[in-house]
């Protein structure tokens, strides 16, 4: 980074946390469009951003649901999904879930969207502390779990990513008032909220379910779960050697991104390279022309 820099390929940008952005430049953009990669300069999105540190984190995530095999888009891809069939005139979605919070009604959107067999998972990204309003809107997005959302998938999982531990607590405190209200009387679609585990909550509801003979029964089923976990910002400090004093829980290879998985989901699949197809086959191939007696080359 540091010679393409230099050589005014790359701008970079420091952000009010003193973590580094890359813009990419006019010189840039013709240096991959020599080398056959369209491309166009960003360097004027960068330095206009209001939240840089904000969106590294939702690519982040993003890029992370796409290596265990996931469809994932960030705020601004799921919206424009959202509106891939809208009319011409006809007004524009703004959101995926409108809500009740603080007697105000709220259109929520998430930074991350990633669709799974069961249904969708939403992701926040709170690199700061939520405000009152935030933290409403939070406890009424949960409640929303098993329901289906604008595009007309079932929202099964809401995932909150915090920047630090003050922030994760809070978020916990969160659910876990959620948690408390749940055990006390309430409506038949109201969400019951279970930690199975440190910042894994169950979510159940009671439904209803016509019996052979007739009669209606309520069933409790478990309709999703809320995952509160820390944001891997310890990750660039990892070295894959002794010397390495950092853990490395958020690699790929641990059950960490792009959430932990409850043990009723499995762990993620360890995920496989797209290179690895291309040589397995050319080795098979290899072997396949030493076998006929061929010389041991491909041309």
Not at 76 to 93: C, H, M
């Amino acid at each position: 980074m540091r010679s393409m820099t230099k050589a005014k390929l790359l701008l970079r940008y420091r952000t009010d946390r003193f973590q580094h952005v890359y813009g990419l430049t006019e010189p840039g953009a013709r240096w991959l469009d020599d080398h056959g990669v369209d491309a166009a300069a960003s360097v004027r999105r960068v330095a206009d951003m209001s939240n840089p540190e904000h969106s590294l984190w939702m690519h982040f995530i993003t890029l992370a649901c796409e290596v265990r095999g996931l469809t994932a888009h960030t705020e601004s891809e799921a919206l424009q999904y959202l509106n891939r069939d809208r009319e011409p005139g006809a007004p524009v979605k703004q959101g995926f879930i409108t809500v009740a919070a603080r007697n105000r009604k709220r259109i929520l959107r998430p930074d991350v969207l990633s669709y799974e067999a069961d249904g969708v998972t939403w992701y926040e990204i709170d690199r700061s502390k939520r405000g009152a309003d935030r933290e409403a809107s939070l406890a009424a997005l949960t409640q929303r779990i098993g329901g289906k959302i604008a595009t007309g998938e079932v929202l099964r999982r809401v995932v909150v990513h915090a920047k630090n531990e003050r922030i994760q607590k809070r978020a916990l405190a969160i659910l876990r008032a959620q948690e408390k209200a749940s055990d006390r009387p309430h409506s038949l679609t109201d969400r019951t909220f279970r930690e199975i585990d440190e910042g894994i909550f169950e979510v159940w509801t009671e439904i209803e379910q016509r019996r052979p003979d007739g009669r209606i029964g309520i069933e409790n089923r478990c309709v999703g779960h809320v995952i509160v976990q820390l944001l891997p910002t310890w990750l660039p400090k990892v070295r894959l050697d002794s010397k390495n004093k950092h853990p490395l829980t958020g690699c790929l290879s641990e059950n960490y991104l792009p959430y932990r998985r409850p043990d009723a989901l499995g762990t993620w699949p360890r995920p496989a390279s797209p290179l690895l197809s291309v040589v397995t086959e050319a080795t098979s191939q290899l072997s396949l022309y030493e076998a006929m007696g061929h010389p041991s080359s491909i041309d």
